[in-house]
C-alpha cells in the first residue's frame, strides 16, 4: 500500500524556519517525480515545487523562489522542503504528492501544518 | 504567471449532471487532471490526462477537452459528490504545475 506521511510543521516566527519530511513506503520512491503542494486555511490548492527522480531537476512556484528548498533522499524513501525567511503568508497545510505523467497526483500525505505568526 | 481559470461555485439538484469549466492557454498542450477534495481530506484524483478515469472512481465522473477549456462533468450527481473540485495542468514548458483556483460543488 502506497503512504506518504508529511511531519515537521508546526508555529514559527515571521523570519524563523522549518523543515518538512515526507517519508514514503509502499512503492519504489526512487522512481517517481515529488512535489509538495499547500492550502492556506479556507483557500485553494496551490503548487509549491517539485523534484526529479534523481534529484537533478527541481522547479518552484514563484513566491518561494530562493526561500525554499525541496530535497530527497532515495536511499530513506525520503523527500524534504526546507523553509526560511518564513511568511504569515506561507501558512499553510503542506502535503507531499507523487507524481507521473500518465496519473497526475494519484497519491497524497495525510498533510502537515505550518503557522507562521508571532 | 500561468493561470486556469475555474468558476468559484456550481449548483445542481441530485440526479442532474454538473458541469465544470476550467480554461487556460496552455490546455491544447498540456494535460488536465481534475481533483476532488472533501472538507479535512486530502485531494483525490478523479480525472487524468483530459479524460482518464482512475480505477475506483465512479463511472458517472467524465472529463473532456475543447482548446483552451477542459470540463469535468458529473452524470446523475449524488449528494456524497458535493466537494471542492480542482483542475490541475502545467504551463506550456511543462516545468511549473498550475492548480485552478477551485469550484465548489453544492448539491442542493
Known amino acids: 500500500e502506497v503512504q506518504l506521511v508529511e511531519s515537521g510543521g508546526g508555529l514559527v516566527q515571521p523570519g524563523g524556519s522549518l523543515r518538512l519530511s515526507c517519508a514514503a513506503s509502499?512503492?519504489?520512491?526512487?522512481?517517481?517525480?515529488m512535489s509538495w503542494v499547500r492550502q492556506a486555511p479556507g483557500k485553494g490548492l496551490e503548487w509549491v515545487a517539485n523534484?526529479?527522480?534523481?534529484?537533478?531537476?527541481?522547479y518552484y512556484v514563484d513566491s518561494v523562489k530562493g526561500r525554499f528548498t525541496i530535497s530527497r533522499d532515495n536511499a530513506k524513501n525520503s523527500l524534504y522542503l526546507q523553509m526560511n525567511s518564513l511568511r504569515a503568508e506561507d501558512t499553510a497545510v503542506y502535503y507531499c504528492?507523487?507524481?507521473?505523467?500518465?496519473?497526475?497526483?494519484?497519491?497524497w500525505g495525510q498533510g502537515t501544518l505550518v503557522t507562521v505568526s508571532s | 504567471s500561468y493561470e486556469l481559470t475555474q468558476p468559484p461555485s456550481v449548483s445542481v439538484s441530485p440526479g442532474q449532471t454538473a458541469r465544470i469549466t476550467c480554461s487556460g492557454d496552455a490546455l491544447p498542450k498540456q494535460y488536465a487532471y481534475w481533483y476532488q477534495q472533501k472538507p479535512g481530506q486530502a485531494p483525490v484524483l478523479v480525472i487524468y490526462k483530459d479524460s482518464e478515469r482512475p480505477s475506483g472512481i465512479p463511472e458517472r465522473f467524465s472529463g473532456s477537452s475543447s482548446g483552451t477549456t477542459v470540463t469535468l462533468t458529473i452524470s446523475g450527481v449524488q449528494a456524497e459528490d458535493e466537494a471542492d473540485y480542482y483542475c490541475q495542468s502545467a504551463d506550456s514548458s511543462g516545468t511549473h504545475v498550475v492548480f485552478g483556483g477551485g469550484t465548489k460543488l453544492t448539491v442542493l
Open positions: 523534484i526529479k527522480q534523481d534529484g537533478s531537476e527541481k
Open positions: 509502499g512503492f519504489t520512491f526512487s522512481s517517481y517525480w
Open positions: 504528492a507523487r507524481w507521473t505523467d500518465s496519473s497526475g497526483y494519484n497519491y
